[in-house]
Nanobody, 127 residues
Framework: QVQLVESGGGLVQAGGSLRLSCAAS????????MGWFRQAPGKTREFVAA????????YYVDSVKDRFTISRDNAKNTVYLQMNSLKPEDTADYYC????????????????????WGQGTQVTVSS
């Protein structure tokens, strides 16, 4: 049974940083892409970032480029989202996901679909 467990959310002031972690278990993820979505109150769910497990290619939504960095630790089967220069508009529930890897898989993930979802972790950025 695949499990994705997020941690690291919390309350931070604008301009601050947080690092989210996603511990993955239950299968081999070498052919998968891992990613992060977020959903703010009253808004639709949004793709944030993804990383191919096999080649570490990364993908970001424009609004977080140069501020957020997605990375992975193979030994720990864990994916991270380093969030710097946080803004109030980054406030949302953040969800870790896993889905098909490669260019097609990334396109599918950017369209909002993934095979596995975590429970989410809340990030609140105060102004």
């Amino acid at each position: 049974q695949v499990q994705l467990v997020e941690s690291g959310g919390g309350l931070v002031q604008a301009g601050g940083s947080l690092r989210l972690s996603c511990a993955a278990s239950g299968r081999t993820f070498s052919s998968y892409a891992m990613g992060w979505f977020r959903q703010a109150p009253g808004k639709t769910r949004e793709f944030v970032a993804a990383i191919n497990w096999s080649d570490s290619n990364t993908y970001y939504v424009d609004s977080v480029k140069d501020r957020f960095t997605i990375s992975r630790d193979n030994a720990k089967n864990t994916v991270y989202l380093q969030m710097n220069s946080l803004k109030p508009e980054d406030t949302a529930d953040y969800y870790c996901v896993a889905g098909r890897g490669g260019p097609i898989g990334i396109r599918i993930m950017k369209a909002g679909r993934a095979d596995y979802w975590g429970q989410g972790t809340q990030v609140t950025v105060s102004s």
